[in-house]
């Protein structure tokens, strides 16, 4: 039997480790927004109420009588519940403001936490959450927001209401049901210094098999198996959720938000500008352009997702150049698969197919035009992620450390 291989579906292509199933949250929404639509739809009952009154009238707009109700009775009631529950609610212009340290002067250039890789295709981090226990997460950068079960965040770390509610999915195979808190994400480093994001977490509430099958996975654990976390956190600019809007490693203090370096090879995951130089950039990340060549073919553009989190991807049938997938859906053992910057001839990495019953590292045959890289890219050398631009961001393949000279 072939190993193990995770599929990860996205709403026309694979893309990482998540699907959003609806439209996602904002991240730092005011809580009173979720009453906007009643208020907005009683200002609209007789758009020509106020036709003939005087302009400057209390009564010249509905909209204007409801917006003063709704400050006084909604508004700042709520705002002032916050302000009791939780001493004052994180303000989303301070965003990745806190540090362990206290002093913003204090927020160093450059941040590493140790990285492992668990069964060879997962890499993992351990996080804080609210200032709870450190808790193992898949590094995806296929997928863009924290996701984690609701007992995994320490309830006295939220620092205020819920922003949202939403479904979400994982690969085809699991959907869960979460509510988006506000709280801190904390990473610690090998000698035991911190530094702290205000973000937000996808707190799961409850998840079920996506198939209704009794035999799928009911939890995040039990989906991604063999990589033995409790959560994904997703570091994609441009991923399709669950959400794009509060990705921890984006919010984190100083310079230290402006991206994240991902050395399996060292078992390093490094914030901050990018520590390497002469590395290949591609637009986007993850989701970009690139060209792919099967068995020395010509290459061929693809649509394409880098994802550390997608274990060995999949590639689209669209570029197989002739080649026919085996029965277990993967690709005959001994094809070639090479990688480029798209538009050129410059190898981005390149491998050989093993498809056996005691090796399989093929990516997964799809239809369509759009492939997912899989962790094979970060196993053979350190990729950046850049926040910049913003919203969609850059990945940079490999590089070289200051003063080092290539042989």
């Known amino acids: 039997m072939a190993a193990r291989r995770r599929q990860v579906i996205g709403a026309t292509a694979t893309v990482g480790a998540f699907l959003a199933v609806g439209a996602a949250p904002a991240a730092h929404a005011d809580f009173d927004d979720l009453f906007q639509p009643f208020i907005d739809?009683?200002?609209a009952v007789d758009p020509g109420i106020a036709a003939d009154t005087d302009p400057g009238s209390a009564l010249a707009s509905l909209d204007s009588l409801f917006d003063g109700w709704y400050q006084n009775l909604v508004t700042t009631p709520i705002n002032d519940l916050e302000q009791w529950l939780f001493g004052g609610a994180a303000d989303a212009s301070a965003a990745g403001s806190a540090v362990a340290s206290g002093s913003a002067a204090a927020v160093?250039?450059?941040f590493t936490v140790p990285l492992t890789v668990n069964a060879g295709t997962e890499p993992v981090v351990n996080v804080s959450v609210g200032g709870g226990a450190q808790t193992p997460v898949l590094v995806d950068t296929g997928a863009a927001g924290l996701v984690m079960p609701i007992w995994d965040v320490n309830p006295f770390g939220i620092t205020g209401l819920p922003t949202g509610f939403n479904f979400g999915q994982f690969g085809g195979s699991l959907d869960y049901f979460y509510v988006q808190l506000p709280t801190t994400v904390t990473f610690t480093?090998?000698?035991g210094d911190t530094v702290t994001a205000d973000s937000s977490v996808d707190a799961v509430l409850f998840a079920f098999p996506a198939d209704f099958n009794i035999f799928g996975p009911w939890s995040i654990g039990d989906y991604l198996g063999p990589a033995n976390v409790v959560g994904v956190l997703g570091v994609g600019p441009n991923a399709l959720g669950p959400t794009p809007d509060a990705i921890p490693t984006a919010a984190l203090p100083g310079d230290l938000g402006q991206g994240l370096l991902i050395d399996q090879a060292n078992n390093e995951l490094i914030f901050g500008a990018n520590p390497l130089t002469n590395g290949t950039s591609i637009d986007g990340?993850?989701?970009t352009t690139l060209d792919v060549s099967i068995n020395g073919g010509t290459p061929q553009p693809v649509s394409a997702v880098v994802?550390?989190?997608?274990v060995y991807g999949t590639m689209p049938s669209s570029v197989l150049n002739g080649v026919t997938p085996e029965q277990n859906g993967g690709l005959p053992d001994g094809t070639t698969i090479a990688?480029?910057?798209p538009g050129?001839?410059?190898?981005?990495?390149?491998y050989t197919v093993h498809n056996s019953t005691t090796a399989d590292n093929s990516p997964t045959v799809t239809s369509g035009t759009s492939m997912n890289t899989g962790n094979i890219p970060f196993a053979q050398q350190p990729i950046y992620i850049s926040y910049s631009p913003s919203g969609q961001?850059?990945?940079i393949f490999g590089g070289t450390a200051p003063n080092t000279v290539e042989v």
């Open 393 to 395: 961001g850059t990945t």
């Open 108 to 110: 160093p250039d450059t």
């Open 307 to 310: 994802d550390s989190g997608g």
């Open 344 to 350: 050129t001839n410059h190898l981005l990495y390149e």
């Open 285 to 287: 990340a993850p989701w």
């Open 41 to 43: 739809a009683l200002s």
């Open 339 to 341: 990688v480029y910057q």
């Open 189 to 191: 480093d090998a000698a």
